[in-house]
T-cell receptor, first 115, second 112 residues
Framework: DVKVTQSSRYLVKRTGEKVFLECVQD?????MFWYRQDPGLGLRLIYF???????EKGDIPEGYSVSREKKERFSLILESASTNQTSMYLC??????????????FGSGTRLTVV | EDQVTQSPEALRLQEGESSSLNCSYT??????LFWYRQDPGKGPEFLFT???AGEEKEKERLKATLTKKESFLHITAPKPEDSATYLC?????????????FGKGTLLTVNP
């Protein structure tokens, strides 16, 4: 069964800390995505990557950066965590084939609390 | 301006009471519409993909349909285990590298 694995289910970090969220997929997917999900706001795209070392900003990139050194791994970095970054973070991956989108496979999510 | 709108925001049903969830989109150039199910504290789980108006997909008690303006997720004789948030997402022509745009979801509660 294909999988997207997020390294932590729950994290508690202090304001100002540098935070790394890791995501690994075993499906050889080209595309990987980071979303955050908040009540009433739905899923919002932070960053995505369509190839190794390639990245594009999503809708809310401020305060975040990403790294994709290997095809299977996509990391989200909070440079200096703030309380308004408390959220559920979801990683997803997808296969790329011409103009057809086959949809995402999501990880289980990381619930991050910044105190 | 929302491109994808789901309604209702929340729906409470009795077990066995069939109903439908709606996903409408206000953009042209739809290349695909996706339905996901999300349980509390978990990531969304893929249900269906629809690519063209008139297309229908079924899985157990769920049936998804697509028109040129909206999609419906019909739930027939639901059970309590169908309780979840249901998300729809669209893929648009000219979209950047397979980005999906999500609606805010419908929270479905099925009471025994």
């Amino acid at each position: 069964d294909v999988k997207v694995t997020q390294s932590s289910r729950y994290l508690v970090k202090r304001t100002g800390e540098k935070v790394f969220l890791e995501c690994v997929q075993d499906m050889d997917h080209e595309n990987m995505f980071w979303y955050r999900q908040d009540p009433g706001l739905g899923l919002r795209l932070i960053y995505f990557s369509y190839d190794v070392k390639m990245k594009e900003k999503g809708d809310i990139p401020e305060g975040y950066s990403v790294s994709r050194e290997k095809k299977e791994r996509f990391s989200l970095i909070l440079e200096s965590a703030s309380t308004n970054q408390t959220s559920m973070y979801l990683c997803a991956s997808s296969f790329r084939s011409g103009n057809i989108n086959y949809g995402y496979t999501f990880g289980s999510g990381t619930r991050l609390t910044v105190v | 301006e929302d491109q994808v709108t789901q309604s209702p925001e929340a729906l409470r049903l009795q077990e066995g009471e069939s109903s439908s969830l709606n996903c409408s989109y206000t953009v042209s150039g739809l290349r695909g519409l996706f339905w996901y199910r999300q349980d509390p504290g978990k990531g969304p789980e893929f249900l269906f993909t629809l690519y063209s108006a008139g297309e229908e997909k079924e899985k157990e008690r769920l049936k998804a349909t697509l028109t040129k303006k909206e999609s419906f997720l019909h739930i027939t004789a639901p059970k309590p285990e169908d309780s979840a948030t249901y998300l729809c997402a669209v893929y648009l022509s000219g979209g950047s590298n397979y980005k999906l745009t999500f609606g805010k979801g419908t929270l479905l509660t099925v009471n025994p």
